[in-house]
């Protein structure tokens, strides 16, 4: 399963992963955050959407990702 960064504002672009709070391989539970996501208005978590493993980071600490990008993957 796909975790997206979401889009939290009308005029919302992208994102900075400020930081990962979770590892490959950590499991986690659904509403769990797994990302802080810095905008240019906030910064909060990127949620699980189900419960599972975490088997994919695709972003660094750091990176900007779009609204929409796959930023992690759970299984």
């Known amino acids: 399963?796909?975790?997206i960064l979401p889009k939290w504002?009308?005029?919302m672009q992208d994102g900075v992963i400020a930081e990962w709070l979770v590892a490959v391989g950590d499991t986690v539970t659904e509403g769990q955050g797994v990302a802080m996501i810095?905008?240019?208005k906030v910064e909060t978590e990127v949620e699980?959407?189900?419960?599972?493993?975490?088997?994919e980071l695709l972003f660094e600490a750091g990176d900007?990702?779009?609204?929409?990008?796959v930023i992690a993957r759970l299984s």
Not at 48 to 55: K, Y
Not at 64 to 69: H, I, K, P, R, S
């Open 48 to 55: 699980a959407p189900a419960a599972g493993t975490i088997t």
């Open 1 to 3: 399963m796909d975790i």
């Open 38 to 40: 810095e905008t240019e």
């Open 9 to 11: 504002g009308m005029t």
């Open 64 to 69: 900007t990702a779009e609204v929409g990008a």
